[in-house]
């Protein structure tokens, strides 16, 4: 018996819903993507070779590529639903986007690359999945297979206290929580779903029940008890996997985006 099939219409109504349910709860998103594309606009070759770690849907990859004409991206992700509705919705940009999975969780995750260094590693709203001893891992891979002079940027919320890590800032955490406390729950515009809105309509598609079976396999629990490493952890870290210079270089509030140079 056939499976039903994800039409291209279908994907990229859910990559549309995806990007607005993001917007939503990150109204930044758009500004940190533009300092992301302006960084790497900067610093980039004619024809970059860039990763794109957690890449979800391809939101940032799609980006990349039109700003970038030259440039080649290998879309890295380890969640079979947004991989497929990505591959389904954006395709392979003439070419020059590559759809990895694997899972940056893991020991040799970069081993299913092709065996060349490249210009850049990307991330966005992502790596914040990961604990302190999986990012410390990725760091030193990205050490190795990010070329000298080349860049990684990851954009995301990174606290400024973090348990055992980066104490020296509980009086700020505090102003910033309350800061947060304080205003009102928002809610979205008509037609813009929430993120349990969004699954739950994914979860109601026949043609993505494999991936969805297989997604609860893969993530069994939910990663919001995950603390986040703060940004000076991970400049350190940066630091100590050969990244010459690390700084954040743009920041609302906790939303930040860290630039990293080879």
């Known amino acids: 018996m056939r499976e039903p099939r994800l039409t291209r219409s279908e994907a990229r109504r859910l990559r549309q819903a995806w990007d607005r349910q993001q917007q939503f709860h990150i109204p930044e998103r758009e500004e940190r993507f533009r300092v992301m594309l302006d960084v790497l606009r900067e610093t980039m070759p004619r024809r970059p070779r860039i990763l794109d770690l957690g890449c979800g849907t391809g939101s940032l990859s799609e980006r990349v590529l039109r700003e970038l004409p030259g440039a080649r991206v290998w879309a890295v992700d380890f969640d ?30 970069g081993k299913v690359l092709p065996r060349l260094r490249f210009d850049a590693a990307v991330s966005t709203t992502a790596l914040h ?26 954009g995301d919320s990174m606290p400024f206290d973090y348990a055992g890590h980066a104490a020296a800032y509980p009086r700020i955490s505090k102003v910033v929580r309350a800061v947060r406390a304080s205003r009102p729950t928002a809610r979205g515009p008509p037609g813009v779903l ?5 699954w739950s309509d994914v979860e109601g598609l026949p043609a993505l029940a494999r991936e969805v079976a297989e997604r609860r396999r893969r993530y069994p629990h939910s990663h919001e008890s995950v603390p986040s490493p703060s940004a000076s952890w991970q400049i ?14 743009w920041q609302r509030w906790t939303n930040r985006v860290l630039l990293a140079i080879r």
């Open 80 to 109: 079979p639903v947004l991989l497929r509705v990505g591959r389904e919705g954006l395709g392979d940009m003439q070419g020059r986007l590559t759809w990895v999975e694997t899972d940056l969780r893991r020991k040799g995750w």
């Open 129 to 154: 999945w990961l604990t302190d001893a999986q990012l410390r891992a990725l760091f030193r891979t990205l050490g190795r297979i990010v070329r000298p002079g080349g860049v990684v940027l990851n």
């Open 236 to 249: 350190a870290e940066l630091g100590s996997a050969g990244f010459r210079e690390a700084a954040v270089v």
């Open 194 to 198: 929430s993120w349990d809105e969004w």
